[in-house]
């Protein structure tokens, strides 16, 4: 059973899109319809640190459960998506990118209207061509690009360091008795052996090991913009005419592109994207639902 646009307006502004295996991945934001059915073909989900980014998911086999909206991607698949503007309009192309990310098949979305450009007696009384090319849709996407860690190891520094010392040394110091000091030593006279000890003191180094801090280290980013060059082939149809009867060098109405005309002559500009009113012929657009 496909989801209604009224069950995605009353999820819009509290629920969250969540994927089979119940991760979070952001709250609901813009629906997008298909401009000639109105059925929701796309939903995007906000993301990034603040909610600041929109990413468009395609509601193919998504469903509601509760007060959220379930979805079979995963989570990084979601957040790797090509960032397309969700300014209101889908275009073909963008789509056609968006599908290719998610693995999705041929869609009515990106049907391809050879058949209806080739056989244009089987619509209105039309008998103008169509004529289509390839653009170069160009987006960013992030991913992983590497990984930096802080690790701390031990190692061991042979330090020497001079340290000054002290040490006592004995010095004999001779004395000569006179007569003021000879009444105080001759009660003491005596011949005989004796012995006099002194201790003698020195100084050594003293090691101690303590664990002081010196600084901190930690790990920031920045960002670095740099530029690079994308290139791709892109195909487009040309239309010629299969009439001998008519000189194809000469231009004529049918031939000339609207491309090629000056801009003064464009009473009506082609544009990538289709409009609110889905005016657009041979193929659908999305816009947003209101």
Known sequence: ??????????????????TDGGEKVGPVG?????DVTGAPDWVTVRTGLF???????????ARVEGDDLVVPYAKDLIKDAPRVEADGALS??????????????????????SSNRANPSRGAADTAMTRSEERLVVGTQQREAGRARLRKYVVTEHVTQTVPVRHEE????????????RDAVVSDLAIREEDYEIVLHAETP????VVVPVERVRLDTVSVTGQERVSADLRKEQI???????????????????????AAANSSPAKPKSTPQGSKKGKKGKRRSR
């Not at 059973?1 to 009224?6: A, D, G, K, P, R």
């Not at 003293?206 to 090991?209: F, I, R």
């Open 92 to 113: 073909p192309q963008e789509e056609q990118v968006l599908y290719r990310h998610y693995g999705v098949g041929t869609t009515e979305g990106v049907r391809d209207d």
């Open 170 to 181: 004995v010095r004999v110091t001779r004395e000569p008795i006179t007569d003021a000091d």
């Open 206 to 209: 003293a090691v101690e090991k």
């Open 30 to 34: 813009e629906i997008y319809v298909d």
């Open 51 to 61: 909610g600041t980014a929109e990413t468009f998911v395609p509601l193919q086999a």
């Open 240 to 262: 010629e005419i299969d009439d001998p009867t008519v000189d194809t060098q000469q231009p004529t109405a049918t031939t000339t592109s609207a491309e090629n005309m000056p």
């Open 1 to 18: 059973m496909s989801i209604t646009v009224e069950e995605l307006q009353n999820l819009a502004g509290h629920a969250k899109v969540v």
